[in-house]
């Protein structure tokens, strides 16, 4: 859906929770009446995904790379499933504090970090890495 997810919204007369949060959308669907309704997912699955391999995140810190469609989808679900301390990084400084006020969650961070993970499409392309210490603000 690259880089659809928050070009559709305004085709969309109705958006989830999640994806009115987070300002993106991961699927579409017609309505019987005929309007668009958006709903936003790839958060919803990565949480999931965390919960079936025992991985807590209530409580935890969790830092978000790429605040892109997929990237503040995970982020929005997050948050809602109680995420003790949350970090944005973008390479685009400049798309991190929307999300973050959205979120609630923007303030600086240096801390070692309980999950990891880069929500970039520099991912598609080969390994991704991050350190312990990044100086992350939003």
């Given at each position: 859906t690259i880089p659809h997810k928050a070009?559709?919204?305004?085709?969309?007369?109705r958006v989830d929770r999640l994806g009115q949060v987070a300002q993106a959308v991961n699927a579409v669907r017609r309505n019987a009446?005929?309007?668009?309704?958006?709903?936003?997912?790839?958060?919803?699955g990565f949480v999931n995904s965390l919960a079936a391999w025992g991985v807590p995140v209530a409580g935890r810190r969790a830092l978000v790379v790429g605040v892109g469609g997929a990237?503040?989808?995970?982020?929005?679900?997050?948050?809602?499933?109680?995420?003790?301390?949350?970090?944005?990084?973008?390479?685009?400084?400049?798309?991190?504090?929307?999300?973050?006020?959205?979120?609630?969650?923007?303030?600086?961070?240096d801390v070692a970090?309980?999950?990891?993970?880069?929500?970039?499409?520099?991912?598609?392309?080969?390994?991704?890495?991050?350190?312990?210490?990044m100086n992350v603000t939003g």
């Open positions: 070009a559709v919204l305004p085709l969309l007369q009446d005929g309007t668009l309704e958006g709903g936003l997912f790839d958060g919803i990237g503040m989808a995970i982020a929005t679900s997050l948050a809602e499933r109680g995420v003790g301390h949350l970090a944005l990084f973008d390479r685009d400084p400049s798309r991190v504090p929307p999300i973050a006020g959205r979120l609630r969650a923007g303030r600086q961070a970090w309980d999950v990891k993970l880069t929500a970039t499409s520099v991912a598609l392309f080969g390994p991704l890495f991050v350190t312990d210490k």
